[in-house]
């Protein structure tokens, strides 16, 4: 069929077009990877929900305090089997991914008690949590401390500094997959599990737990299915299937999902309490959809990777690398570069499409940093979005895409912008 013209009409020149054309035809055996990947992950959901006989009454909003709101305790027995775990926390009260976090590091530690991560600096968000920049509430403050562990050179785990690094004291050992805004590489499950084996072989007591942001449905297995005690999310990325609209999920042993609980609502309460009000409905039918926008997002992440790394552009991960999560990092180099990529993002969204992204200071970063996003739920990262800082080597991170086929025009536009500012030639 000829899209040229349609493309045209969304200010795709025949040109950018056809070169985003030749990068796919090459790209028909990765898709059809992620297409198996999804197929099996689809199953999954679907085996799960049939299991826990998911029925219309699921959907009944509940109010106050929530109790016996079967649609939300049917739902956690969803997540739990999908992620073949004893038991599940999934909640619109927890706020975000962060949050989630936050829970379940809390409701594990006590005073006195020593965390580890063996992946290096985690996550921005959560050195205000851990309390490594100081911050109010932090775990910190109750006397928790923390230490941490980078990854090798290589992006392997450091075994002999673990070994070093554990102390009697040490009470939960934290793993991210994602790389999150760093240059590392992102992790396999396969080598979180090997990570996980050589910690029980050490000591056996310690909680395991994995930050899966950005990773859920990406393989078909997950890090519970390799042994971590809690694996942690936010359902504005991967398994709200771009439908949730708030909320984080925690998936692991039933004793570690009990002390989650009594910590998010309260002692006593526990999982007894928690209105989901109307949301039910869209967690069900985001997580049913998940496997399949993931797959959308990394057919996005991969056309991307290849169509810059063919100009010359640095790509983590590169063209052909297997993928650990949705974030695909292109350092374009310039300013100017940045703003047209991510301007090209934003003209292409569904949502404030007419609007120019703008470099500002947001709190937490040393740097301003330019944010394109035209989304349905407002700050989702599993819905087309790309960021980067403004500050050399001028990378943008860029992730999602509900439909693949509008990540594919988010890509072209992109490029169309660099290519309209002079900035790259695809005639070479
Ligand atoms: C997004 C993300 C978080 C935090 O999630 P928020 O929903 O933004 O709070 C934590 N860890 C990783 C690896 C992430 O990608």
């Not at 519970?224 to 398994?239: E, W």
């Not at 063919?310 to 695909?328: A, H, M």
Request: hydrophobic share 35%; charged share 20%; proline share 5%.
């Amino acid at each position: 069929m000829d899209k040229t013209g349609i493309y045209e009409k969304c200010g795709i020149s025949k040109e950018v077009y056809e070169f985003g054309e030749k990068i796919l035809y090459n790209l028909r055996d990765r898709f059809s990877g992620i297409d198996e990947t999804a197929e099996y992950n689809q199953l999954k959901v679907i085996n799960a929900m049939r299991q826990c006989r998911v029925s219309e009454a699921c959907f009944t909003p509940s109010s106050g305090y929530g109790y016996n709101d079967i649609g939300r305790d049917t739902l956690e027995k969803v997540y739990a089997k999908v992620f073949s775990t004893e038991d599940a926390l999934v909640r619109p009260q927890m706020t975000c991914g962060t949050h989630a976090l936050s829970v379940a590091l809390s409701s594990q530690l006590r005073p006195g008690d020593n965390m580890v991560s063996i992946t290096g600096k985690p996550y921005d968000t959560l050195e205000e949590v851990i309390g490594i920049r100081k911050s109010v509430g932090s775990l910190s403050e109750y006397g928790i401390t923390y230490s941490q562990v980078d990854l090798k050179a290589d992006g392997s785990f450091d075994l002999e500094g673990i070994k070093a690094a554990i102390r009697p004291e040490t009470r939960l050992v934290a793993i991210q997959r994602s790389k999150g805004y760093q240059t590392r590489p992102s992790l396999s499950v396969g080598s979180i599990g090997e990570a996980i084996r050589y910690v029980r072989s050490l000591r056996d007591d310690i909680i395991i737990m994995v930050d899966n942001c950005y990773g859920e449905f990406v393989d078909t297995v997950e890090p519970s299915d390799v042994g971590a005690d809690m694996t942690v999310g936010s359902l504005i990325k991967n398994p709200g299937g771009g439908l949730a609209p708030m909320g984080g999920y925690i998936a692991g042993k039933k004793e570690c999902i009990e002390k989650a609980a009594y910590r998010l609502t309260s002692p006593g309460l526990g999982k007894e309490v928690g209105a989901t009000l109307d949301l039910n409905r869209t967690l069900f039918m985001g997580l049913f959809l998940a496997p399949t926008v993931t797959a959308s997002a990394l057919k996005g992440a991969i056309f991307a990777a290849n169509i810059y790394e063919k100009l010359g552009f640095s790509v983590i991960p590169n063209s052909t690398e297997k993928r650990c999560d949705i974030i695909q990092a292109v350092t374009l180099g310039s300013e100017r570069a940045v703003r047209a990529f991510c301007e090209g993002i934003q003209s292409a969204a569904p949502v404030d499409s007419h609007l120019t992204p703008e470099p500002w200071d947001m709190p937490g970063y040393d740097s301003p940093v330019i944010m394109a996003a035209g989304a349905f739920v407002s700050g989702s990262s599993i819905e087309l979005s790309a960021d980067g800082p403004i500050k050399p080597p001028y990378a943008v991170y860029f992730q999602g895409g509900l439909t693949w086929q509008h990540a594919k025009l988010g890509i072209l536009t992109s490029l169309q912008k660099l290519c309209d500012e002079k900035i790259v030639d695809i005639y070479i």
